[in-house]
């Protein structure tokens, strides 16, 4: 009589869950036992095509006495036992780091199960992959992506990170590269030193950007940031630029972002696709400073005017390229200096970022 211990159905289940999708690699796992008079041998599939478990059976020659309890084959480093403890670590490194079954497993036996030294080497690994894979997508068009805006205090910032399809621009670790791009952009104004008698505004390009610290919680910089974002996501990305306004008392700055939408993240991050910053000076604060600025940075990004003009200049049309002479987005009976001028306030500057601007012209050329 077969030993009922034998039986394939009662094995003791594997340590690793086996819900779809949990590992982007598959492993096995073998045993040998006695059934029957034969010597059977067990593989146990498992991975996030694979879902439960799948098993292969074969006889494997005349009977031998073998152990009821399955072998498991789980090949560790020097001190990464092959236990239960050994795979929860693992598992944690997995849903810490995101990165698969195999690299985590590669980082463990390469650190001698140390979590902490594990993770940091596949952020190092990753780095370098990224950078070998950026270094083969480099030249590609990168059109899409996304404008980000991050207001805090007297600072505002307007970011651009490109992508070569809107797919990606729609993935959130793309948008977690936007969001460090905004922090280090905000950082960087606010350690400048300046004393404000009136509105400051600067612009930083893309290598600037790309060197800028990527903030107080991750070692690196920006474009050490956009190598892992590449690596990861398989896309050809820019950091494209930067635009920052401080302002002091007695100036507002409104905003805009066409097709909103708030990043999931602790921060008051704001992403679309037209951004618009619109700097104004008021004698007091009124109640509908915010509701007036968002109406401007509406204005600024559907006219694009070039210039902010003047109060005294004539009224133009369509083509106008002078804010303050343009027709009123909203009301296009009145021009935008009409529509201002009772709210107490002045326009004194703005800034607007659309999202690939300037591929298409470097195209024509």
Not at 233 to 250: F, H, I, S, Y
Not at 307 to 323: F, N, Q
Request: hydrophobic share 35%; net charge negative; charged share 20%.
């Amino acid at each position: 009589m077969a030993d009922p211990r034998a039986d394939p159905e009662s094995e003791p289940e594997s340590v690793f869950p086996r819900e779809v999708g949990l590992f982007a690699d598959s492993y096995s796992e073998k045993s040998r036992f006695s059934f029957c008079g034969h010597v059977l041998s067990i593989t146990q599939n498992f991975g996030s095509r694979l879902g439960v478990a799948a098993r292969v059976w074969d006889a494997a020659g005349p009977l031998q006495l073998q152990s009821s309890q399955p072998r498991h084959t789980f090949h560790t480093g020097p001190r990464l036992a092959s236990s239960a403890s050994s795979k929860e670590l693992l598992l944690k490194l997995r849903r810490k780091t995101g990165y698969s079954f195999v690299n985590c497993k590669k980082a463990l036996e390469a650190c001698s199960g140390d979590l902490k030294q594990a993770e940091s080497w596949l952020h190092k690994q990753a780095q370098k992959e990224g950078w070998s894979r950026a270094a083969k997508l480099h030249g590609r068009k990168t059109k899409e992506g996304l404008i980000g805006l991050l207001q805090e205090g007297n600072t505002t910032v307007l970011v651009e990170v490109n992508c070569e399809t809107d797919f990606v621009s729609r993935n959130i670790k793309f948008q977690q590269l936007v969001q460090q791009v905004a922090l280090g952009t905000l950082l960087h104004c606010q350690n400048l030193k300046d004393q404000l008698s009136t509105y400051s505004k600067g612009f930083l390009n893309s290598s600037e950007l790309s060197e800028l610290p990527a903030g107080p919680e991750t070692e690196g910089s920006l474009k050490d940031q956009l190598a892992l974002a590449i690596g990861k996501l398989g896309e050809n990305m820019t950091l494209k630029r930067a635009a920052w306004v401080k302002v002091p008392a007695g100036f507002y700055v409104g905003s805009y972002v066409h097709g909103a939408m708030h990043s999931p993240s602790p921060h008051n991050l704001v992403l679309g696709k037209y951004g618009a910053l619109v700097i104004c000076e008021t004698s007091e604060r009124r109640a509908n400073l915010e509701d007036l600025g968002r109406r401007l940075g509406q204005h600024v990004v559907g006219m694009a005017p070039l210039s902010v003009g003047s109060l005294d200049d004539e009224p133009g049309g369509e083509a106008e390229t002078k804010m303050l002479s343009q027709p009123y987005l909203l009301d296009p009976s009145i021009t935008l200096g009409q529509y201002v001028q009772p709210q107490g306030v002045s326009v004194v500057d703005f800034v607007r970022f659309e999202c690939g601007e300037g591929e298409e012209a470097a195209e024509a050329e």
